[in-house]
């Protein structure tokens, strides 16, 4: 099982990226997902997810308006558009499937985001 994050880098405030997360090993089409950040110092937080089919999106209060989740499922791909991208949004970058194997430790590799000019 594993979920690949990247598309993270150095944005000035004002700017947009997307961040993919590549899947395998498992069947992706039927695992709802999650996107997830760490900012230095801070606790790890959820920023939206998404069903399994697509169909349901949820957002952190947060995020809303700036952040949009979407995924592939032929190409086993979740994906973060970031608008709007404001200092406070720089942190490490996770996705995580909802429920087994993708246990409370289970976690990626994540990806950069760092907004500053």
């Known amino acids: 099982v594993q979920l690949a994050e990247s598309g993270g880098g150095l944005v000035q405030p004002g700017g947009s990226l997307t961040l993919s997360c590549a899947a395998s090993?498992?069947?992706?089409?039927?695992?709802?997902m999650r996107w997830y950040r760490q900012a230095p110092g801070k606790e790890r937080e959820y920023v939206a997810s998404?069903?399994?089919?697509?169909?349901?999106?949820n957002y952190a209060d947060s995020v809303k308006g700036r952040f949009t989740i979407s995924r592939d499922n032929g190409k086993k791909n979740v994906y973060l558009q970031i608008n709007s991208l404001k200092p406070e949004d720089t942190a490490v970058y996770y996705c995580?499937?909802?429920?087994?194997?993708?246990?409370?430790?289970?976690w990626g590799q994540g990806t950069q985001v760092t907004v500053s000019s």
């Open positions: 998404i069903s399994s089919t697509g169909n349901s999106k």
């Open positions: 090993g498992f069947t992706f089409s039927t695992y709802a």
């Open positions: 995580k499937g909802l429920g087994a194997p993708f246990g409370r430790d289970w």
